[in-house]
């Protein structure tokens, strides 16, 4: 943390000697496109841009609309929900006579949508795809990914997948549930085939952008930036990105043979064939259960940034958050039994899969510690990231927890299938990485559009967020633990009361987000311009200006501790933050530096 007096002594010397500041190099905005002459210059541009800011940029949009349209199913199901009787959604049906079977199948639908396309077309793809892809590179200090072609095809490739995907739900529909569960997806005659289809290009989109961090990361860090000077962000994406290589051609191979089942009959998850369905839920959560990892490392990345800045002091335990989120990578790999614990699994393996699973609980709660600790007797700020970071640090805690009751083998053959598993992952999904998503982006906003926000308004959007979700998906653990099965349209009076706090609770989460997306698009068309370094931040992102230029930085950037705000003030006549050149003359090292600046 800075004294006050020092802080004092830095804002005297910057105004004595304005070359005692870290100049922030000037250049034309990568979002500007110099020299177009028409707007198909500029879409074209856009198009065949090679820039991962700006690919960056398509897939904030591309994720935002799959997240709406997500979202609009989740009202559907919240609106059936309302009373006990299926009677709403019988216009999304395509099979049944009678309005009650007609309002169960186009429930069915609604949920199935809804899961499916925030699971694989936003959750997964959204803090990779989005800031990953803007911030990897220039945390790195460097002007690009390593391979910029690619980047651009793998969100090609999600746009080809989501078509694909959201063509079929909306022709035939889908009624399978996001998992595609056998036997039911080898028999029903919704469109499973051009559903499976686009989640296995989506595959490769996210196998493309994991191989291309893992090759950026390990090749393209700047002289001084050793593993362990990393920035948080990039051990979380790093892990991200091996789950993504290793795991996912697990989910593409099992989608094949569940397409090839169904055109061929081969027979691997029939019985009638010699086959077995619970195959299917094995070779299914191989991927799933190492894919919740893919959603929820890159939360975890991004607090692990936000906290320190926003409390002004070092990372507590960094190497401990570093390995935790290669320990939670490999760990993840091995627990993927406990979905199987009510399918057929031998005790035995139960047991095993119950115990492996309490394992990977340590090095999340390892995280927790941390940046817990990190806030003690920091001076904290409470500004909008910090809040959605405090709000991840409670939602993620109870979903974490919760989690262990359902990986407690007789506590689950109780609570599995019911809407406690419901909230156990909402608070997961949706209260961790979703928050920790909207964390990032108020973070990182001023750098990426060069515009502030306004601060009241989105903090407001934060606390409707975190009350709306809270009043949403907790009676859902209440509803859970008295018996209330998930995926049905109907339910005994008794729910109701439950039933109603939850869809109120949507209204408020709705509004919550609306009023951010409203604060955000303000700020886009009247905000104010942003410093290049408003919260005093240590990564290399904030040298760059704001916006950044084509090519982020110059020259590559020194590198020292992120972690270390004492030659940061903060200067009243630019409303942000200030690095203060060390006097190298004089010997002075910036606080902690350990090795000599790099010439570059
Ligand atoms: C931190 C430790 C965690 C533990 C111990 C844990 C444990 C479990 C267990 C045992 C189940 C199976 C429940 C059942 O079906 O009866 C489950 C379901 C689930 N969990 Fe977790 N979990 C953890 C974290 C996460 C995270 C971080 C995510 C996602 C970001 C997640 C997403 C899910 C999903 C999506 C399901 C249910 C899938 C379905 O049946 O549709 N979990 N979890
Ligand atoms: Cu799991």
Redesign the pocket.
């Known amino acids: 943390m800075i004294s006050q007096s020092r802080e004092h002594t830095l804002l005297e010397t910057i105004h004595n000697d304005p070359s005692r500041r870290v100049p922030v190099p000037q250049g034309p905005s990568y979002l500007t496109t110099p020299g177009a002459e028409s707007i198909w210059d500029v879409v074209k541009s856009w198009a065949f841009t090679l820039d991962h800011k700006r690919i960056g940029v398509m897939y904030l949009v591309g994720i935002m609309t799959a997240f709406l349209l997500g979202g609009i199913m989740a009202g559907f199901v919240r609106m059936e929900l309302w009373d006990g009787q299926p009677n709403l959604l019988g216009f999304l049906a395509n099979d049944g006579e009678d309005p009650v079977t007609r309002a169960q199948d186009g429930y069915n639908q609604a949920f199935t949508l809804h899961?499916a396309i925030m699971?694989f077309l936003f959750?997964i793809p959204s803090i990779p795809g989005a800031l990953g892809n803007i911030f990897l590179p220039m945390m790195l200090g460097a002007k690009d990914v390593a391979f910029p072609r690619m980047n651009l095809c793998s969100f090609y490739l999600w746009c080809f997948g989501a078509l694909f995907f959201v063509g079929a739900l909306f022709t035939t529909g889908l009624d399978t549930?996001?998992?595609f569960y056998t036997p039911y997806s080898t028999s029903t005659n919704t469109a499973v085939i051009a559903a499976t289809m686009g989640v296995f290009i989506l595959g490769f989109s996210s196998i493309f952008t994991g191989l291309n961090f893992v090759v950026t990361v390990n090749t393209m860090r700047p002289k001084g930036m050793t593993w362990f000077k990393m920035p948080l962000f990039l051990w979380g994406i790093y892990s991200t990105a091996i789950i993504q290589i290793l795991a996912t051609p697990v989910l593409a191979i099992t989608l094949l043979l569940l397409i090839a089942e169904r055109t061929l009959g081969i027979g691997v998850f029939d019985p009638s064939r010699g086959g077995d369905p619970v195959l299917y839920q094995h070779f299914f959560w191989f991927y799933?259960?190492p894919a919740?990892?893919i959603?929820?490392l890159p939360?975890m990345a991004i607090i692990s940034e936000v906290i320190p800045v926003f409390c002004r002091k070092h990372i507590f335990g960094y190497m401990f958050i570093a390995y935790s989120s290669v320990a939670i990578a490999l760990l993840g790999f091995l627990?993927w039994g406990?979905?199987m614990?009510?399918s057929t699994e031998s005790p035995m393996a139960a047991v095993i899969f119950s115990a492996l699973?309490?394992s990977?609980?340590i090095p999340?709660a390892i995280k927790v510690f941390n940046w817990t600790a990190t806030m003690y007797k920091g001076s904290i700020v409470l500004k909008t990231p910090m809040l959605y970071a405090l709000s991840f640090l409670f939602l993620?805690t109870i979903?974490?927890?919760?989690?262990?009751?359902?990986?407690a083998l007789s506590v689950?053959v109780h609570?599995?299938?019911?809407y406690?598993?419901?909230a156990?992952?909402h608070y997961?999904?949706m209260g961790?990485?979703l928050i920790a998503f909207l964390a990032g982006l108020h973070y990182w906003w001023p750098k990426m559009f060069g515009k502030m926000y306004n601060e009241f308004f989105a903090s407001i959007a934060c606390l409707l967020v975190f009350v709306g979700f809270n009043l949403t998906f907790f009676p859902q653990f209440i509803l859970g633990t008295q018996g209330m099965p998930?995926r049905y349209a109907g339910y005994e009076p008794e729910f109701q009361s439950l039933h109603q706090m939850s869809t109120t609770g949507f209204v408020v989460l709705g509004c919550g987000l609306f009023l951010c997306l409203g604060v955000l698009i303000h700020s886009l068309l009247a905000g104010k311009k942003a410093p290049a370094n408003p919260w005093g931040s240590g990564t290399l992102e904030w040298k760059a200006c704001s916006p950044p230029t084509h090519h982020n930085f110059e020259t590559t950037p020194w590198v020292g501790d992120p972690y270390v705000y004492d030659d940061f003030v903060y200067d009243p006549e630019i409303e942000g933050y200030v690095e203060v050149l060390p006097d190298l003359a004089r010997g002075e090292v910036p606080a902690g530096a350990e090795s000599e600046p790099s010439e570059a």
């Open positions: 899961g699971t959750i549930g996001w998992t799933s259960h919740v990892y959603m929820i939360g627990v406990h979905h614990f009510t699973t309490f990977v609980s999340s993620f979903g974490g927890l919760t989690g262990l009751f359902l990986g689950d609570l599995h299938d019911t406690f598993v419901v156990h992952f997961v999904m961790g990485t998930r």
